[in-house]
Structure formats: C-alpha cells, structure tokens
C-alpha cells in the first residue's frame, strides 16, 4: 500500500489529466466540464498566454447592459476564450471540449500572480483565495454556481488540482484529496438530461493547511442525496454510475458472486432504456474506483461488502407482487429467486426477508399486530428499504473517507462548494424543491455579499453613492423557510406528522395560505395537487405526489431490526444504532442520526443554516458557470439560454456595483503601514490617521473619487487603483529586499573571510611549527646516527680488548689443566682418569640430546613452551559451565519470576510487571485462544484515567494518534490462523501513545448473538518486542463460562516514559466494543487532583557507560540536557555540550494531574561531527534527542518541599539499553509545590 501511494503521489496529476473526457462526456469527468484539461505535458512545456479579445474584464466595459454583456462573452468563446472576470467574480462558460491550458506549466504560470495580472483563469480564483489566507489568516470559501451541466463539479476539481500542485510537495494527503473524486462520483453522480456526469448530492469541501500552509488534510460535508432516483429516472437519464460499473464493468467472477447479469436485466438499470454513456469505459472505471478505495484503506473484502449492498438493491429493485386476498405474494419465480439472492448478499434469511417485505407491524396497546400490505404497499415497502441501504452505505463512505483525510490541528482552510444547480423538469418534485431552496440561499448569500453589505458599508462610511437596485430573492426564502407565519416546509412538517393528513389536505393548505397573498407563489389553473414557486432563475411547477413520505424519511422498524441481524459483521454493524464509531471521521452529516425524528425538509433546512453561518465567517469568491448550450455541444453559443442565465444571475448589477464601487477597502492604520513604504517621506499626524491616510493619498498621486475615497474609519479603492498600489508597492519592497540582500551578502562574505583569515593563522602557525619540527627530526636522526656510529667504534675497540684478555685467560687455563691432569695421571693411572672422562662426556651428549629433542618438538609444534601442567578433571558434584552462567546472570539481574523453557515470564491473575521498553518502543500484544465456533473480536480502549478518548478494533484498525494498530481483519493483515499462533495481535508503539492517554484495556467479546465463552479453551495473552519477536512474559487465563467478553489485560503509564502490564482476566458482558467502556471502569484510576510545582535541576554527575567500557572514563562526547515530565506537561534545560558533570541550573514549573515527577536525561544529537558515525545513532536525524537516563520522584503527600537533594538515575531499560549509549550517576534537585 505505500509503494503504491508513493506511485500514485508521483503521478497523480497526470492521471488527474488523463481522466478528462473527449468531447460527448465521460462517466468520471463529464462533457459538462466548465474547462476540461488537456493531455499531460512536459516540464518544459512552454505556456503561450492568449490574445486579448474583448474585455478580460467586464466592469472595464463601455456598454453596460446584458446585450454588450452577451456580445463579449460570445467573442470570447468562439476563440476559446471561456473565462472572464467581473472584477474578482469569474464567469466560466463551458466549452464541451478539451482545452490545454490545465497542465503543471499553468499551474506554474499562475502561482503567486495576482488576480488581473494574467488572462482570466479559474487557476487565478485558486491562487488568489490560497495568498489571501497566508496573508490574513482568514479561512477562504470558493462558491461555484450554474445551472445543472454548467460544470461545476469540472470547475471544483480543477480547484482541487491547482491547490495540491502549487506547494510543490507530493504526500498521500495530497493523493488522496483528488482521489476522493472517483468515489464520490461513482456513488453519487449520474447522467441527467443536462449533464452527463450530474452531481446529485451537494458537497463541501474543505482543503485543510498546516502552519507551513501546506495540505493537511480536508473534510468532505454532503448535502441531501438525491435516493429517489434509485427508484425512478426520468427519460434519457441514468441512475448512479456505480450500478452500471457493477453490471458492466465487474469481471465475471465478480458479477457471479453477487448474481449480476447484464445492466438490461435489472429495472433499476434499464427502466429509460439509456444504459451508456458516449466514450466511458465502465471496466476502466470500476478499475479506477476500487484502486482508489485502496488508498483509502477500504480493504477488498471490505469493498466486497460495499458492492453486495449495491447488488442487493438491484434485486430487490426487480421484485414484484400480486394481490392475495387482503396482502401480497412474490410475483412468479423470479421474483422469489431476487428476494433470495438480496438475502444472501445481505446476511438475511430468505423467509425472514420475504416475509418483512410484506407485512408491517401495528402496535396495538400492549400487543403488536403483523399486518399483510397490499401490492403498492408492499413495493413502497421495498423500495423505502433498497433508499435506506443505499443512503446509510453512502453517508458511512463520505464518513471513511473524512477519517483518513481529516486532521484536527489545522491552521486554516479553503472551503470549495459544489452544490447542485438549479434544476427545471417536466415533472419536478420534492426533491427538486430542496435542490432549487439551496440555490435560492446561494443567491441570497451572493446578494448580501455584493449588494446589501457593500451598500450599507458606503452609507456608514460616509462614501458619496448612488444606490443601486437588485433583484432581491428574500421573499422566496421567506415562502419557503419561514416559521411565523408558516412557510412551505413548515406546513410540510406539520402534514407529515398528522396520521390523517394527505396530499391533497396539504396542497389545499399551501393554496389558503399563499394564494393571491404571496408574490412569489401562485396556483396552476388546471393542473391539481401542483403550485408554481417563482425562484430568483424563474418559475417551477411542483407536483405534491409523495411529498409527506419523502419528508419523513423512516423505514419501518421491523426492517431495520432485520437489517440489524444481518448476519454478515460489516451490514450489522454499519446499519446498527451505534454503527461505526462515531467521531471516527467528522461529517456533518452524523447530526442526521442525533436528530431523531427530525423531517428531510427540517433537517437539510439546518445544514443550508449552518453552511450559510460558516460561510459568512470566510472571506468568499464567486465562479458563475454557464451552460452555452443544451445540447452539450462545443462551439454553439445559445444566445437567449445564456441570456436568461445572467439575467437572473443578476450579472448587469454585479457589473454595475463592481464598476461603480469600491471593493478594496483598508482600515486607516493598515492603509498607512501597508503603502508608507512606498513615499517613506510623508510624515505622519500625530492623532489623526484619517489626515495622515489623506496625506499618503496625495503623495501616491491618487485622485478622489475617480480611484479612491476617504471614509470615517476606512479608506476606500478602485480595484484599477488598488492592483495599481499593490505592484507599486511591490516595486519598493524590492527595491528594499535588494538593499537588505546587498548587505546580508556582504555581511555573509565578510564573515566568511574573516572565518577563513582566522583558519588561515591556525593553518600558518602549524605548518611553521610542522616545518621546524621536520627540520627538528632531520637533524636529530643525524646526530643519533653520529652517536651510533661513535658508539660502534668505541665499542669494536673494547671488544677487541675483552677479547685479547679472554683468549689470554683461556690460554693460562687449558695450561693449568694439562699440569693438573698430568698430576692426576701420576697419582691415580692413566686409565683411570681416561675412563672419568668418557663418562663425563657421555653425561653431557645425554644433555645434549634431550635439549635438542626438546628444541625439536617446539619447532614441530607438538608442544609449547608457555604450556602448563593439565588441570585435573572437575567431579561429579560440580555442575556444567552452562548452568553455572545461567544461575550467575540470573544472580546479577535479581530475577525472581517464574519462567516457562522459553525464558517467559509466566504472569498469574492480578500480577503487575514493568515492561522493558525497546529503542524504537514498539511492543506487540498478541491475543490467543482454542475452540470456541463463534466470531471473536479483540479491542484496545484508550483511556486518560477514567475518560474514555479512542478504541482500535477489528473495523477501526488504527488509532487517532497512529500509535495502536489491530493486525487483522480490515487493516489490510491477513488474520492468523488460531490453531498456529496467535488469534489477533495489537501493536503498539509506546513512543507515540499520545500524551493524554494514560490507560490502555484489552478486551475480548463474543459477536455472535449465541455465542459465549463456554468453548473458549487456553486463552492467552502475551507481550512481545516488535523488533526482536522475542516474547517477554505470557498470561494463561482460565476456563470460560457464559459471559460474552472478557477483560484481557491493563497497560498503564508509571510516570511518563515507565509502562506496567497487569493481567486481569476478568469475565463481562458485552458484544460490541462500545458495550465495554462502562465494564471497564473499575479497573481505572481516578484522576489525581491538579497539581503545580516549581522543579530547580542543578546539576549532575554523570557517567558515559560506552566511555568508561573502553577506559575513557572522564571523557565524553555527549551533549546533555534534563526534560521533565509531569502528566501532559513537559519542560526542558539547557543543552551542556561534552561534560560529565554538567551544571544546568534551570528551574521550570510544570502542572497537571500526577503523583510521579519524571526527569530524563537526555543526548542532544545535533551536536558533533562524530555523531552522525556511530552506530547508536544510525535510525537518528541531527534534529533528534536521544534517551539516555531518567528519575522517577514519587511526590506524596501535600505540600511536597525537597531542596537541593541527590537523587540517583534508574538503570536503563535492558531492552532499551541494549549496545546504546546510556549514562548512570545522580543529579541534584530541589522540588517545591506551589499553591494551585
């Protein structure tokens, strides 16, 4: 997965590009594309700026009225020319074909260049909105408006495309913004008779930054699926694209898996007899579709579920009945075959599904009736099924979305809406009611912006104006939205929860009300059960058939209990009352669920509310999109279509107030600082900023009130004037930038040199002193020669001496010897003495012998001459060297837990056990167990003390903070085999664990309904290093009985850094891992009360371990500095760079809810040229800390006064430890509690 992610990062612009549509549409970028792009290109690519046809900009216009208006546009189109602006209000008219001007060379074309610069771009809107947010802070809001085919969702894209390809860095973020495109247009978008490629939900995106202004993240807000056209389209239309990527784009396999046929086959499919679209490959699609699903970690199996759901609403959307008596049976055979195939896709049991389908429950007092319905009844029934389904799948995929996406710690944003358009039908109902409300509140949005606020700021500012009329559509909204006296969707309410009331009683009070009393709404002359809303883009008729239904929005309750039962876990769990957890991905759209009986109408009426507060509070921009034509043709150009689209756009009258106004208005002091530097000679008045913005006028040469006028608080511009100011001002900016360049380069040089000069006099003196000394040794070397040499001769002259004196002395006694034997021959007789002597020489050859046999075997090897005598053989009694080892390991480390052969610590119930944290402090929890014919689930609840913060289980593989991950299930693991090892492992990383968690539990539950612990055989849990796959210490738990979970295991904080095991073991109740929170309870600690300390760490005496191994004791290369930790709290001292016995001298204050002060000492690695070479610090950037020591201080009791006390450091985790660097010593500290 992030060898793919990283592929897709390289090239997803150009796969952005390559899914722009040939002229006739596309499926996934359709032919209403407000400017489609063009093939990839190449970085060398050179962009070619248009001609300059017309007015760029039409405040600039001479004729101003909408037929000059017209002529200018239509000049423009017909040379490609779509763009135009209307000041910063961009007007984009569809061309129905490809255009190349959307390549990474455009992208470079447009950064960083103001609005009015370069040719009109949707990439200039983009860029504007991204600067105005680095520059102010403020969130921004893009409003894409038109008409349905006006391309809209084209033009939202092409924002998304510029904003992830203008920072110039590639990340997953990055990838998967634009490749949420593919799923929310598969699930969501259809060919209508406007638009081939038709959004027909609303939607909010919202590009999230980080304080680098760099992509985060991004939230996607739905508004209002259109589900009744599941069931129906009208003619010439399609249903949503995945159905037809299902039934024509699935292999065979996957088609026979969920008993698909072709789309034909299926009424759902096939019910206006238009099944494809013009140049879209539904295979391609598919294949795009579930390649992006991958890099939202949606697992096949996952997606498989996902695409049952869908196959399942195509069976049952061919079911029909016949009467039989009073209720309804299955027409034929093959509509019993579709009931069973939706009920095996669903997890149902066929008779239980048919007989749902069917029958309807009535409470009756104390008793509930199931009631047989008739044949439209029964259908109303199944299609009210087939809604909920598909609706509730797609709200939990905007939901998964969010969650890889989202990120909590955003700066700012961007928000991009791409809301339905405006929609006029032959038959238009409840739905294209709501669609044309939201267009209405866009409109009113849009008039408040442009005309009331900007009036009512003239009038309060004194700025001489003339008023300018507007259509304003706040009467419409009042005919719809109002509650006293009731509006449309009031009265709506009240009808649907009447039980007597019906269409008609509720057009009849629509008609008594708002009959000949309301200007904005009228009553057809023949038609019935219709009235006419006269919306700001002209009149619609709606019809009222099946409006109290659509407004409801309930399924009966038998029919979500069924679904509930599914047997398949992700349809049970997605459509249960809690579902998937919720908060897991932040959508708006989980206030539906919260709202209880709350009505359709009722409920998208407070998300347009909440849209308009939100947007209110951003600073907006408004693309106006245009449909030429039709009949999604390029180069035609329909007059009087495009006329009556900027008639009721109320275009004449932007263009006016554009012209006419003042958009560009500055405070007088952010007037002042921002354009001073420009004429820097102007003096300010003291007191009075007003005079002192008019003398700044003046010297800018500006004139009033042909560019600018002067208000009460504000000084207001000319957008002409304003761009005018602004590149002024940039031209002295620069001018002043140079100037501070200039002298940083010479500043930098200068430094440079004097560096250089002050190594150049260390190199001089030492290579004078390398010179003399080479010298030195030259004539030293000759001196000792002459000595040797004087030596040698003094020397041969006493050899020769020595040697004189000895042949003298050897020479007197071989003479003293002849007289002596000649002696003894008189004495004793020549033959005695002859036979001494013999003897004599035969003892010493004998001598002679032995030494060389001895010299003889030393050169042979056989023996050696430091050899010593063998040792003689150990006893019995002593034991083997082995063992001797381990009972001397086992004596050192003061071992006293009981092991299994494996050298793991065998736990018992209640047991606490330090866990011996490794380098990277990843460890692994692996849970196990034998029998049990029931599916489990092993979860992980995070906990800082007794709030409950996050869970990680078999649906939600990973936590907020990425720190706890379930291998298994849908983390993209395949599960491990029980009978082979263990059932499901929990990784964790301790390093990570956020700051407010201090608690984690474990938990095992039983899913299955019937199932329990009774055949649950040798559960256990196990602690492993992740690294090492070496186990550490083992829990074997006992027997089950009939509870449905059990709680496993507590891993819980001692300190900070220190993590404790307890095992527990104890039996609950609860099936899904929300039923566990409350069990878990007793097993927390209460939180301590807030705590503040003021901590005084003087200094230490340290020993560098690595050091002192290698006799270098008092040397160090370390560069030391103490973090303390208390609770979420943390502080730090300075850094002292090589010393062992550092003297920090820092005091800190730290607060919060603990019972234990942690201090650790720490090696500051950006420190050294030596480090980067060692082998501790090889996973380490020169940006990190690394750990070397730490004191726990328990700090009991109240009023905790400690000053100037040794404490010592704890000895290293051994695991931790191990071949790194690490010091012991003690360091000297005074602690005081203050008052809180």
């Not at 991009?416 to 009611?433: A, K, M, R, T, Y």
């Not at 040469?701 to 006028?709: A, L």
């Not at 878990?1080 to 807030?1090: I, R, S, Y």
């Not at 000492?1161 to 040229?1169: S, T």
Request: charged residues 30%; aromatic residues 10%; hydrophobic residues 35%.
């Amino acid at each position: 997965m992030v060898d793919k992610n990283k592929r897709l990062s390289r090239l997803y612009l150009d796969q952005a590009v390559s899914k722009q549509p040939q002229a006739g549409g596309s499926s996934s970028s359709s032919s209403s594309s407000s400017a489609p792009q063009a093939a990839p290109s190449d970085g060398d690519e050179k962009v070619i700026p248009p001609a300059k046809i017309g007015y760029e900009d039409m405040t600039k216009m001479e004729d101003m009225d909408l037929n000059g208006v017209l002529s200018n546009l239509k000049d423009r189109y017909k040379e490609n020319l779509v763009y135009t602006y209307t000041s910063s209000i961009l007007v984009a008219i569809n061309p129905f074909k490809r255009l190349p001007i959307y390549s990474k060379a455009w992208v470079k074309y447009y950064k960083g260049k103001r609005i009015g610069i370069l040719a009109p771009h949707v990439f200039a809107i983009a860029e504007a909105s991204y600067n105005a947010m680095v520059e102010t802070s403020v969130n921004q809001a893009v409003l894409v408006s038109g008409e349905s085919g006006a391309g809209k969702t084209e033009t939202t894209k092409l924002i998304l495309q510029f904003l992830s390809a203008r920072t110039d860095r590639q990340s997953n973020i990055e990838t998967m913004v634009l490749e949420s495109v593919p799923v929310l247009e598969a699930f969501g978008n259809a060919k209508t008779g406007r638009n081939d490629n038709s959004s027909r939900f609303g939607k909010f995106i919202e590009i999230q930054f980080d304080a680098d202004h760099y992509i985060c993240g991004s939230k996607i807000t739905p508004y209002l699926l259109e589900k009744s056209r599941i069931i129906s389209q009208s003619k010439g239309e399609r249903n949503y694209h995945i159905f037809y990527q299902l039934t024509q784009g699935a292999s065979a396999e996957e088609k026979q898996s969920w008993h698909l046929t072709k789309a034909t086959d299926y009424k759902f499919t096939n019910g206006t007899g238009c099944i494809s679209i013009k140049g879209v490959d539904e295979a391609e699609e598919f294949k795009a579709l579930k390649a992006a699903m991958d890099i939202f970690e949606i697992s096949r199996e996952m997606q498989n579920d996902i695409f049952k759901i869908v196959a399942a609403c195509l069976h049952l959307g061919n079911v029909e009945y016949v009467a039989n008596g009073e209720g309804s049976l299955p027409k034929g055979e093959n509509s019993k075959t579709e009931i069973a195939y939706a009920a095996e896709l669903l997890g149902f049991e066929t008779a239980a599904l048919e007989y749902a389908l069917m029958h309807k429950k009535i409470k009756m007092r104390s008793e509930i009736i199931n009631k047989p319905m008739n044949v439209e009844q029964a259908l109303d029934q199944t299609n009210a099924l087939i809604k909920y389904l598909y609706s509730e799948m797609f709200e939990w995929l905007v939901r998964k979305l969010n969650e890889c996406t989202y990120t909590e710690g955003s700066t700012n944003w961007i928000g991009v809406l791409d809301i339905f358009g405006f929609e006029l039908f032959e038959h238009n109902s409840f739905e294209q009611f709501l669609i044309n409300y939201a267009n209405e509140k866009l409109q009113n949005f849009f008039n408040h912006h442009i005309f009331k606020l900007e009036q009512v700021e003239y009038e309060k500012e004194g700025i001489d104006w003339t008023a300018i009329d507007f259509v304003d559509n706040q009467p419409t909204l009042d005919l719809i939205e109002q509650r006293r006296p009731p509006g449309i969707l009031s009265i709506l309410d009240e009808e649907s929860k009447f039980p007597k009331a019906t269409d008609e009683t509720f057009i009849q009070k629509l008609h008594g009300n708002y009959e000949g009393k309301h200007q904005s709404y009228d009553k057809p002359r023949l038609a019935k059960g219709k009235f006419i809303t006269k919306h700001y883009a002209g009149a619609v008729e709606y019809d009222v058939a099946g409006w109290r239904d659509k407004n409801k929005d309930e399924l009966p309750e038998h029919l979500v209990e069924l679904v509930r039962k599914s047997s398949t876990k992700f349809i049970a769990i997605l459509y249960s009352p809690e579902g998937f957890k919720e908060g897991e991905a932040p959508a708006e759209s989980d206030d539906k669920k919260s709202a209880g009986k709350q009505t359709l109408g009722g409920f998208f009426k407070q998300q347009l509310t909440d849209l308009m507060t939100m947007l209110h509070e951003t600073q907006p921009y408004f693309i106006r999109c245009i449909k030429p034509n039709m009949e999604k043709v390029s180069e035609k150009f329909d007059e009087q279509l495009v006329y009556n689209q900027l008639l009721y756009a109320g275009m004449l009258e932007t263009i006016r107030i554009r012209r006419m106004g003042y958009p560009i208005r500055y405070k007088h002091e952010e007037f002042w600082r921002r354009y001073r530097v420009i004429c820097p000679d102007v003096d300010i008045v003291k007191g009075d900023m007003k005079a002192s913005c008019a003398r700044l006028c003046v010297g800018l040469g500006i004139k009033s009130p042909n560019n600018f006028q002067l208000g009460t608080t504000k000084v207001f511009l000319k957008q002409e004037m304003a761009n005018e100011l602004e590149d002024r001002r940039n031209v002295a900016l620069t001018d002043i930038i140079k100037k501070i360049q200039v002298w940083w380069r010479m500043m930098n040089i200068r430094t440079d040199f004097c560096a250089k000069k002050e190594k150049s006099v260390v190199v001089q003196k030492w290579w004078r002193a390398a010179h003399t000394r080479k010298i030195f040794k030259k004539k030293l070397a000759g001196t000792i020669a002459v000595q040797r040499w004087w030596r040698m001769v003094a020397a041969r002259k006493k050899y020769k001496k020595l040697l004189e004196k000895k042949r003298k002395e050897e020479e007197e006694r071989r003479i003293r010897e002849e007289k002596e034997r000649e002696e003894r021959i008189k004495k004793m007789g020549k033959d005695k003495v002859e036979a001494e002597e013999a003897a004599a020489r035969e003892v010493e050859a004998q001598q002679k012998e032995a030494e060389m046999e001895k010299l003889r075997a030393l050169a042979s090897g056989e023996i050696s001459m430091f050899d010593e005598p063998a040792a003689p053989p150990p006893s019995e009694e002593k034991p083997p060297e082995e063992e001797k080892k381990k009972k001397k390991k086992k004596k050192e480390e003061g071992d006293e837990f009981e092991r299994d052969k494996r050298g793991s610590i065998m736990m018992k119930k209640g047991m606490q056990l330090e866990i011996p944290i490794n380098v990277d402090g990843r460890v692994t929890l692996g849970l196990g167990w034998k029998g049990g014919q029931w599916d489990m689930d092993a979860s992980c609840l995070m906990f800082r003390f007794k709030q409950h913060r996050d869970d990680v289980y078999y649906y939600k593989p990973r936590s907020k903070d990425g720190s706890v991950v379930h291998r298994g299930g849908y983390a993209g693991l395949i599960r491990i085999n029980p009978e082979e090892g263990d059932a499901e492992q929990i990784d964790i990383n301790l390093s990570k664990v956020s700051a407010k968690t201090n608690t984690l539990i474990f938990v095992v539950t039983v899913f299955s309904p019937e199932g329990n612990f009774s055949s649950v055989q040798d559960a256990y849990v196990r602690l492993m290093d992740s690294t090492t796959q070496s186990e550490y210490c083992r829990y074997t738990l006992e027997g089950g009985g009939q509870e449905t979970a059990r709680i496993m295991c507590r891993l819980y904080r001692y300190g900070y850094s220190k993590w404790r095991l307890q095992a527990i073991g104890e039996p609950s109740e609860g099936r899904l891992y929300k039923h566990m929170i409350p069990k878990v309870e007793p097993f927390l600690d209460d939180m301590p009360a807030k705590r503040r300390f003021r901590v005084r760490i003087h200094r230490g005496k340290l020993t560098d371990i690595k050091r002192m191994y290698k006799g270098e004791a008092k040397s160090t290369s370390l560069n030391t500095f103490c973090e303390i930790r208390f609770d979420t709290d943390k502080n730090k001292t300075k850094v002292i760079k090589k010393d062992l016995a550092p003297q920090w001298r820092s005091t800190a204050e730290v607060k919060g809810h603990s019972n234990v002060l942690e201090i650790n000492v720490m090696h500051k690695a950006r420190f050294g040229k030596d480090i980067a070479a060692r082998s501790d610090f090889r996973k380490l950037s020169f940006s990190d800390s690394l750990f070397l020591g730490r004191c726990l201080i328990p700090l009991e009791g109240d009023n905790v006064q400690i000053k100037e006390q040794w404490f010592k450091l704890e000895q290293r985790d051994k695991a931790r430890g191990r071949g790194q660097t690490a010091v012991t010593g003690e360091i000297k500290l005074t602690i005081q509690e203050l008052l809180y």
